[in-house]
């Protein structure tokens, strides 16, 4: 592919986030393209490990329009998830391009010149959905380069195979970190290490409660008040059969972070040492922003100072599917429905006004 192709909108990104998007962006006329810069449908959900499944049932972890096929039983797996994705786009017939990989963005005379492996789109309207999950942090510990064990992050984390026999830590405090923790328990001696001691949802309620929570959130941030803690302090993990058994077989329990690595394990506050075998890190992603970079629109943080979605420095662009930064539990199969249709219906408002001001 060579020369430009003009469209009324890029979205870039294929995942959940950009296929909620191109529904409503089809579905209101608008010219788009999909960017993805992976090489197959499911954004990052095929990488995640093998056992996962979600905390919602399916009827609430659906994209727009068409809801989520119920699976043969329990919650849905990562490949059925990765299957509905695949679906999804074809049943919309959604413009995607795969692989293609953004360089980078540039002010263009009337538009946002989006430059990438395969090309350059100019857009009168450029939506970054391109997930939080593009960087895995690691906080920083004192003699963590000199640990001769083994250490990787949830992202790569594929099943408990490899650790049998060994002594391992899981670090992080969420819902991955319950959920390999109580995988991995049963094959290794192990430890779970939080800042906190973790907050548990009572076993009647599933994932969908994390987003009333959220909600319970946005409104009490409309009305000026502070969100209600009966209906936003349940809990944050959810307790899906897995944890529920290493519950009862009494592993799920934490210890406060360890103060510094030894070559061949750990030292603790109190002072004391442990060997350890390998570290499985827990602790989320940062989203991977480097597209952005040339727009000069990165705050000192490394985010992005917006309004609704729409970055305050640069007029043509739209961040969907970050985190609650972006809207309410818009990193969410469940919530990014509500964030796409009001990020697409500001997109529409802008290109038929016409009368953006380019800042470049």
Known sequence: MSGQIFRDVVVIGGGQSGLAAGYFLRRLGLDCEILDANDRPGGAWPDAWDSLRLFSPAQMSSLPSWPMPPPKGGYPSRDHVVGYLAAYEQRYSLPIQRPVRVKGI??????????????????????????????????????RLLFRGKQIHSSAYRSPDEF?????????????????????????????????????????????????????????????????RAKSGLGDIVMVPPVREARDQDVLYTVRPFTR????????????????????WCTGFRPDLSHLTKLGVLEADGRIALEHGRSLRQPRLWMLGYGDWTGAASATLAGITRSARDTVQAVQQFIAGDHAADPG
């Open 164 to 228: 049998v026999g060994q002594r391992v830590l899981v670090v992080g405090g969420g819902n991955s970190g319950a959920q390999i923790l109580a995988e991995i328990s049963k094959v290794a001696e192990t430890a779970w290490v939080t800042r906190e001691p973790p907050r548990f949802l009572p076993d009647d309620v599933d994932g969908g409660v994390l987003f009333e929570q959220a909600m319970e959130r946005v409104r009490a941030l409309m009305e000026g008040r502070e969100p209600d």
């Open 106 to 143: 540039l002010h263009s005379a009337g538009g946002l010149s989006v430059r990438t492996d395969r090309g350059t789109w100019l857009a009168k309207a450029v939506i970054s959905a391109t997930g939080g999950t593009g960087q895995p942090f690691i906080p920083p510990y004192s003699g």
């Open 261 to 280: 690595f030894l070559p061949d394990g750990v030292v603790w506050q109190d002072g004391a040492r442990t060997p350890v075998d390998a570290v499985i």
